[in-house]
């Protein structure tokens, strides 16, 4: 991926069956699952992806999303993957080392480790290489990634490195810790 540090931003959405191809075309939208995919296919240093919903059997357990995910892994990315406790439940991680050549880390919100009932972070992200980042509202869920109604947005250049700047600020203060 380029570090091109041109802003632009795209627009993004999940959009829900029979609906899907419709709405994407008449938005001009590029989808969530695309999107997220295309950030960790193509990043070369590190990618950190971040919801606080992650399920058992849906996102990040099968699919392009964890094709990608173990990928990047085996070609020497470092992948953060940020979420509650109770989310990160659902990323095999023991498997994905084995096969990595790149470090993987989990990270949780610091008010979750402290009371799991709270979510710490609502925050809904990818970063790639600190140029290219999504910002939206889906969880990495299956209705999250393919039957809710979700928005978001792409960005590339110099926003999506202020996402990263302040993805690397929170891990410093502590906001975030790693977990596993």
Known sequence: MSSDTTPRVE??????????????????????????????????????????????????ETGPLTDALQAALQRGVSVDVVSTGDGLQAVN???????????????????????????????????????????????????GLATNLEMGVLVHGELAHQVSEFWHYLCEVGFFVEVG
Not at 25 to 30: I, P, V, W
Not at 38 to 50: D, F, K, N, S
Not at 98 to 122: T, V, Y
Request: contains cysteine; charged residues 20%; positive net charge.
């Open 11 to 60: 627009f993004v959405i999940t959009a829900p069956t029979p609906y899907g191809a419709e709405m994407a075309y008449r938005a001009r939208a590029r989808t969530t699952l695309g999107v997220l995919t295309q950030l960790i296919a193509q990043a070369e240093r590190y990618v950190v992806i971040a919801a606080p919903f992650i399920h058992p059997g849906e996102g990040m």
């Open 93 to 143: 991680a023991e498997e994905w080392r084995l096969i990595a050549r790149g470090q993987l880390r989990l990270l949780q919100p610091r008010a979750n480790i402290e009371d799991e009932r709270r979510l710490g972070s609502h925050a809904k992200f990818c970063v790639a290489d600190g140029w290219h980042a999504y910002i939206g509202s889906a969880n990495l869920t299956s209705p």
